[in-house]
């Protein structure tokens, strides 16, 4: 089973659970100019039709209600009240390849991009399986708030990790994850 990264970040975008506000959030979406096609194997990928689906996680609660805006053959966007969660279609490990230093870094930027469209100034690096982190995006989609989810990373976790350099790769594998990574892009600002 692949390990892939999930983004977390705040949502000062906006929200309402609607078909308007989705097809108008794709129209702006657009214009974010993505630029990165190529995914981390090499592999080029064509932009495909942009769209949307309306997604509820818990049941009937608003809490949960998302909107799913896909179509960037890197990236995908779950639009929540209160946070976004940020799919792409990488391994989580990526984060520790010091050797492509200047794809990571376009990366970054790409989605340095995407969070500045949703007003957000920061994010948090989290997987979609394997390890203890995928409860904390999965936390979004039963209602809490990115803040919510950064407090209880910090309980249980301590500090982040804010130095790309200080990842430690020994120190998180095999369900012995010990650290997250939250990027505050001061580099990029």
Not at 123 to 146: A, P, T
């Amino acid at each position: 089973m692949s390990v892939i990264l999930k983004i977390i970040c705040d949502n000062k975008f906006g929200f309402k659970y609607t078909r308007k506000f989705a097809e108008e959030t794709i129209q702006k979406v657009k214009k974010i100019n993505l630029e990165l096609s190529q995914r981390y194997d090499g592999t080029i990928h064509k932009r495909q039709k942009w769209e949307y689906r309306l997604e509820n996680y818990t049941k009937g609660k608003s809490a949960g209600k998302s909107i799913r805006i896909m179509g960037n053959a890197i990236f995908d966007f779950n639009i929540f009240k209160n946070a976004v969660i940020i799919g792409s279609h990488f391994k989580y490990w990526i984060i520790f390849d010091k050797d492509d230093k200047e794809w990571f870094l376009a990366f970054r930027k790409e989605v340095f991009k995407i969070i500045t469209f949703f007003g957000a100034t920061e994010i948090i690096y989290l997987m979609d399986n394997y390890d203890h982190l995928c409860v904390y995006y999965l936390d979004i989609e039963e209602g809490l708030s990115y803040e919510e989810v950064k407090s209880k990373l910090l309980k249980d976790y301590g500090s982040p990790v804010t130095d790309y350099s200080k990842l430690n790769l020994k120190r998180n594998r095999k369900g012995n994850l010990k650290q997250y990574f939250l990027d505050d892009f001061k580099d990029l600002k």
